[in-house]
T-cell receptor, first 115, second 115 residues
Framework: ETGVTQTPRHLVMGMTNKKSLKCEQH?????MYWYKQSAKKPLELMFV???????ENNSVPSRFSPECPNSSHLFLHLHTLQPEDSALYLC??????????????FGNGTRLTVT | GESVGLHLPTLSVQEGDNSIINCAYS??????FIWYKQESGKGPQFIID?????DKRQGQRVTVLLNKTVKHLSLQIAATQPGDSAVYFC??????????????FGTGTRLQVTL
């Protein structure tokens, strides 16, 4: 079992719906990430949080809104999505700040389908 | 027209043989590299990492080789097993400046192990 838990595993939503993806890490890490994995592109970084502060927004449309209340929890709020937003959304965590890079640990993702 | 998914190169290896998966990275300033394995329905799983001050690193049944001159990374899997069947991604990270790691992923290679 991964130390990063994502819920729900599957989500189907209409274009006018509002939903949220949840991620929780049990690894004591300080950085958390959202990645998008679609059939057409490699893994794309969306957002990075380090010690609860957002340090990266990779030109993500405003219909995706992240929230990081503490170092263990990360949310991705979704509203008025488009069908092309259908993808696997992966959450990850890592040790965070420091001069040494560290690997990311991923959850199993939420498979999102926008109808 | 019909949407086309990302075409993944496929490596087919017989059980018991050694596998070599290659990756060309893009940024000569990258100083940290990781290999991930992703099985169907799961998130990427960390396999092994290597820093730019090394040329080779070994793990259990896996070896990563780094050639900075030609910006090439390879993953060698010894005595390949059916459980090794998955998509393998390489990832690179720019020099950590004190913030969280920010990985850029390759497109992936599908490893198929035949009996």
């Amino acid at each position: 079992e991964t130390g990063v838990t994502q819920t729900p595993r599957h989500l189907v939503m209409g274009m006018t719906n509002k939903k949220s993806l949840k991620c929780e890490q049990h690894l004591g890490h300080n950085a958390m990430y959202w990645y998008k994995q679609s059939a057409k592109k490699p893994l794309e970084l969306m957002f990075v949080y380090n010690f609860k502060e957002q340090t990266e927004n990779n030109s993500v449309p405003s219909r995706f809104s992240p929230e990081c209340p503490n170092s263990s929890h990360l949310f991705l709020h979704l509203h008025t999505l488009q069908p092309e937003d259908s993808a696997l959304y992966l959450c990850a965590s890592s040790q965070g700040s420091g001069t040494i890079s560290s690997p990311l640990h991923f959850g199993n993702g939420t498979r999102l389908t926008v109808t | 027209g019909e949407s086309v998914g990302l075409h993944l190169p496929t490596l087919s290896v017989q059980e018991g043989d050694n596998s070599i998966i290659n990756c060309a990275y893009s940024n000569s300033a990258s100083d940290y590299f990781i290999w991930y394995k992703q099985e169907s329905g799961k998130g990427p799983q960390f396999i092994i990492d290597i820093r730019s001050n090394m040329d080779k690193r070994q793990g259990q049944r896996v070896t990563v080789l780094l050639n900075k001159t030609v910006k090439h990374l390879s993953l060698q899997i010894a005595a390949t097993q059916p459980g090794d069947s998955a998509v393998y991604f390489c990832a690179e990270n720019l020099l950590n400046t004190g913030t969280a790691s920010k990985l850029t992923f390759g497109t992936g290679t599908r490893l198929q192990v035949t009996l």
